[in-house]
């Protein structure tokens, strides 16, 4: 079940916002959110004004990154834990706060205007509404929201949705989840972005992404190194002849791969094959390699 201190407090969120943009923009930019914002909270029947100014915003704002500082970084965890703002642009985070402008007091009518909101969406609309999902109110009402958006061919719209974002290690399904992972490595997302890919790790991706290894070797493509992640854990009599190929490539970055994926492993042969490499195992076990550090050094797809 979805941990209750999901919520974010919309309060807080409307005020940490605003003040992220206004440190970002001219005054003239936060004059004019000001003025939509009051506007939202005069109208009876806020859908036409709510959808003209949220279509506008890049023409207010601009598009430049918003200007945080660690203070900035800090203050998102106590909003939501896991809040990832370091790469939000300034229309996209005053795109958020206008959907938290919205009286959100009745359920139905808010869940509306956003479902209303998101199937005529364009790319940048739909890239801060995820964006955005963290802070939402009623977080349950959007997972099969994000299950869709998943299946996105638009890789710009799923990495906002899967990099970065607390939203769907909290409330995706199994399925949606290792779909998500999947399609990942396919479109050359990087993994160690998606939070909560080790805690929801799981026995079904492991096997599919051990196909999936398997079809990318037959046809002489390449395996990215980060899709062993999810499969230390579940090692077993069949993914440890994968573990052994890449420790056979002499290929210092599949053989860390497989070090690291041994490392996660309780499989008899994982350790006895993690034994048979003691520099990487001693750099594991001291804490100077994990996945992490080493994901980080890897070139950007």
Known sequence: MPDITYQADVGSAKEILYNWIAKSTPEKTIEWIRQKQELLRQ??????????????????????????????????????NGLT??????????????????????KAQLLATLDQLFATADVGEQTALYLGLPLLPYPEA??????????????????????????????????AWNQMVLKAIFVGSPLHRIQGLDTRANAALASTLSDFAHERWAAKRPVPV???????????????????????????????????????????????LLSKHPELAQQIESGKLNWDSFSKQLPVQ
């Open 43 to 80: 109208e009876a029947n806020v859908s036409r004004n709510f959808f003209l100014a949220f279509g506008m915003v890049p023409r207010f704002t601009g598009k430049d990154l918003l200007k945080l500082d660690n203070n900035d970084l800090e203050i998102a965890q106590y909003l939501r």
């Open 85 to 106: 703002p370091t790469q939000w642009t300034v229309d996209q985070t005053a795109r958020m706060l206008l959907v938290l402008s919205l009286p959100y007091e009745n």
């Open 142 to 175: 959007f997972k099969s929201r994000v299950s869709e958006g998943i299946r996105t061919n638009m890789t710009v719209v799923f990495n906002a949705i899967a990099l970065d974002n607390p939203y769907p290690a909290v409330y995706l399904d199994e399925a």
């Open 226 to 272: 980060e899709l062993w992640r999810p499969v230390g854990p579940f090692i077993n009599a069949q993914i440890i002849q994968d573990i052994e190929k890449l420790f056979a490539s002499n290929d210092p970055v599949q053989q860390t791969a497989a070090a690291l994926a041994c490392s996660q492993s309780n499989f008899p042969q994982a350790k006895a």
